[in-house]
């Protein structure tokens, strides 16, 4: 019951802040398409959502707080094609994942980030290289410590808690951006090519929306994606335009019909849509939808 008070009263909230502050044209999208339910049960609270560039046509998930630190390959009918446990991580509150490409390599960031009280000083993102699978890949596998990056976060202003992240190909930082201000709060970082000690996330500017669930950034970083519980916000970079530069100007509402707890998006690779991907609150079907470039 708890559960559906807030779901509901984020709803409410969601829908006055997006009605007051992004009352523009409809993006050229179209409507939604359902392309698959999830068909695997560990896959509970679906939460983050992300092209995989070395397994065309596939996406990476993971689940919320309360899983084992692992992802998931589905494909685009939301079918299992694999799972991968990170060994030696833990896995507090999951929330987001992305994908870096860095001289050549392509990685998986996943964005431990979550902190419902804010009482967290520390968050955190685990970077390793992006799994390749092919017909001889074992469905479940373990990518070892020596293959994990695991960076520690500190916002400058206090902790955050927060569901939504991205690696911009162009200014190679990351972005993260958070849950539960009226008008939540977009940090970033440089990410460092080996270990380091603990990052600040250094405050970039706010945007007006609230209940921020997930964030795509396209392949060629010229678009963006961010989402809550009841829209999606789209802007179109200009050029010479940084990330920060680009959110202060009003987003386009895109269309999108508001899923069970709907946390998770993402751009095709391809760049020809996007896709959504909801948890599964009181056992109700994830699906994956898109919606189609027009």
């Excluded at 009352?23 to 999830?38: D, N, T, V, Y």
């Excluded at 996330?201 to 989402?227: H, M, R």
Aim: net charge negative; aromatic share 10%.
């Amino acid at each position: 019951m708890r559960q559906i008070i807030y779901v509901c009263y984020a709803l409410v909230v969601c829908s006055l802040l997006t009605n007051h502050t992004n009352g523009q044209e409809r993006g050229a999208f179209g409507e939604r398409e359902a392309k698959g339910s999830l068909s695997y049960d560990e896959i509970k609270e679906a939460s983050g959502l992300v092209a995989s560039v070395r397994n065309p046509g596939n996406f990476w998930t993971h689940n919320d707080s309360g899983d084992h630190a692992r992802i998931f390959l589905i494909n685009d009918s939301a079918q299992l094609k694999k799972t991968c446990y990170l060994k030696g991580v833990v896995a507090r509150d999951w929330e987001d994942i992305g994908i870096m490409r860095r001289h050549g390599t392509n990685y998986i960031i996943v964005g431990d980030i979550g902190d419902n009280k804010a009482q967290y000083p520390y968050v955190a993102v685990h970077i390793f290289e992006e799994p390749k699978v092919t017909v001889r890949s074992p469905v479940v596998d373990t990518i070892p410590p020596t293959g994990i990056c695991s960076i520690i976060l500190k916002y400058e202003d206090g902790p955050r808690d927060a569901e939504s992240l991205f690696f911009d190909p162009q200014d190679e930082r990351l972005y993260i951006i958070s849950k539960r201000e009226l008008s939540v709060g977009v940090y970033y970082t440089d990410l460092p090519s080996g270990p380091v000690d603990t990052l600040v996330l250094k405050k970039a500017g706010n945007l007006p929306l609230a209940f921020a669930t997930s964030a795509a950034i396209s392949a060629d970083g010229q678009e963006l994606l961010v989402k809550n519980l009841v829209a999606v916000f789209y802007w179109k970079r200009k050029p010479g335009e940084t990330i920060p530069d680009m959110l202060k100007r009003p987003a386009v509402t895109l269309p999108y019909i508001p899923e069970p707890q709907g946390e998770a998006i993402a751009f095709s690779r391809e760049g020809d849509g996007y896709y959504t991907l909801s948890e599964r609150p009181l056992g109700m079907a994830a699906i994956l939808y898109f919606y189609k470039r027009l």
